[in-house]
């Protein structure tokens, strides 16, 4: 069989050794034609004898004319030639460039392939992150009566000011922490299961938990240093104009810090897309923060648009399915601490008490076992899909899980639609 791409007609045989090309006597009588015609050559020696009839006319003649292309005959012989062999699938997804739709397939195929390992991963991340959130809400804004006191005062003292900004600041900062540290856990480990996902492998928990945590302080690392980019660069543009504010140009510093925060804004996102791939990188090729994120940047680079419209879409799918399934235990909180309906649709009272604060907690809980496999999933998935794109990856993918290099179809291009 010819490795090289090409075609060859139907029925074709390989040819014979030069010595029975060379011109040979014939014992066949050589037909004589009729008055008018010039004689025809005879066939090749390695012809076989059952020929077609030639065609009318002078000599052999022209082969005859194939049929239309797609009807029977050259045409379905051309397509079949022309379509591309299936991809190999050996788990959640094909091993050639994904389209949007498959990599959010992939995603959820992931979970529900390994529904007892991502939702157990899941759900102990969000249970140790809200009890943490509860209990510093319940610390420092169950009794909110410093911030009441702001909203009848319209001039309070320094020292109101100081409580209401002291509480908050506490309660946001113990959330923020809680929220990182359980967003680095449940990336790390929930990569790990897509990974084995995708070459169709089992992951217990305690497998992804083992394989993780030797990456889990890089991984905090890179985490703090993405979000001090991306915050970095908003101030960055808001504090010019609000130093110029304060120094007493109030009209030209607040215009200024209006236009420099929203060309920061432009930045952050620019950068938080830039640096998106970074985890996946990280925890899959076990490099170090500053590679991982050199890594991120060379594979979105030229496809940053893309990029930013997959992450995009499965924030704005994350944020929806979030706040569906958080709303019927905000509705059963607001009833049961005595609110109602009207509670929920309205902020008069800031102050919650713990029944409130362990229901909502309860959809918060439910809210992230269902999101964060989704959002590790389709950041992973699309990490592979740009290696595959750029480096060829599903070859390798396809090796280390045992399928025939010949099933996998090259990775030139996209298909079509991605």
Not at 94 to 102: A, H, K, N, S, V
Not at 379 to 387: E, K, N, S
């Amino acid at each position: 069989m010819n490795d090289t791409p090409g075609w060859a007609s139907p029925g074709s045989s390989p040819s014979d050794p030069s010595d029975d090309r060379e011109d040979k006597p014939s014992d066949a009588p050589r037909k004589t034609p009729p008055d008018g015609q010039a004689p025809a050559d005879p066939p090749p020696s390695n012809w076989s004898a059952q020929q077609p009839p030639p065609a009318q006319g002078p000599g052999w003649g022209a082969p005859p004319t194939p049929p239309p292309y797609g009807q029977q005959g050259w045409g379905n012989w051309n397509n079949a030639w022309n379509q591309p062999p299936p991809a190999a699938r050996p788990g959640v997804i094909p091993l050639r460039p994904l389209g949007i739709g498959e990599i959010l397939d992939g995603a959820v195929a992931s979970a529900r392939a390994h529904w007892r390992t991502a939702l157990g991963i899941a759900l102990g991340v969000a249970v140790v992150v809200q009890c943490a959130s509860t209990v510093a809400s319940g610390i420092w804004l169950r009794d909110n009566s410093s911030l009441e006191a702001l909203e009848s005062n319209q001039e309070p003292s320094s020292d109101e000011l100081a409580d209401a900004l002291t509480g908050t600041l506490s309660w946001a900062g113990v959330e923020l922490l809680a929220t990182v540290f359980g967003t680095v856990v449940a990336t790390a480990m929930l990569t790990i299961v897509v990974s084995r996902a995708v070459l169709g492998r089992p992951v217990t928990t305690r497998e992804a938990w083992r394989e993780a945590r030797p990456r889990l302080g890089s991984m905090l690392g890179l985490t703090l240093l993405v979000l001090l980019i991306v915050m970095g660069a908003v101030l960055a543009g808001f504090t010019p104009g609000l130093l110029i504010a304060l120094a007493g140009a109030e009209v030209g510093g607040s215009l200024l810090a209006v236009l420099g925060g929203l060309a920061g804004t432009v930045a952050a996102v620019w950068l938080w897309v830039r640096y998106s791939l970074a985890a996946p990188a990280l925890m899959l090729e076990k490099q170090g923060v500053t590679t991982a994120l050199r890594r991120s940047a060379k594979l979105v680079h030229n496809s940053w648009w893309r990029t930013f419209g997959i992450q995009l879409l499965a924030v704005l799918l994350v944020t929806v399915v979030g706040y569906i399934v958080r709303i019927p235990t905000t509705v059963v909180a607001s009833i049961v601490d005595g609110d109602g309906m009207g509670g929920v649709l309205s902020a008069t009272d800031l102050s919650v008490s713990w029944t409130y604060l362990a229901i909502i907690g309860v959809g918060a809980v439910l809210a992230s076992t269902v999101t964060l496999p989704l959002s590790a999933g389709i950041t992973a998935l699309l990490y592979m899909d740009q290696r595959i794109r750029r480096e060829a990856l599903d070859l390798e993918l396809a090796r280390a899980a045992g399928v025939d290099d010949a099933a996998s179809p090259p990775s030139a291009g996209p298909p079509p639609g991605s």
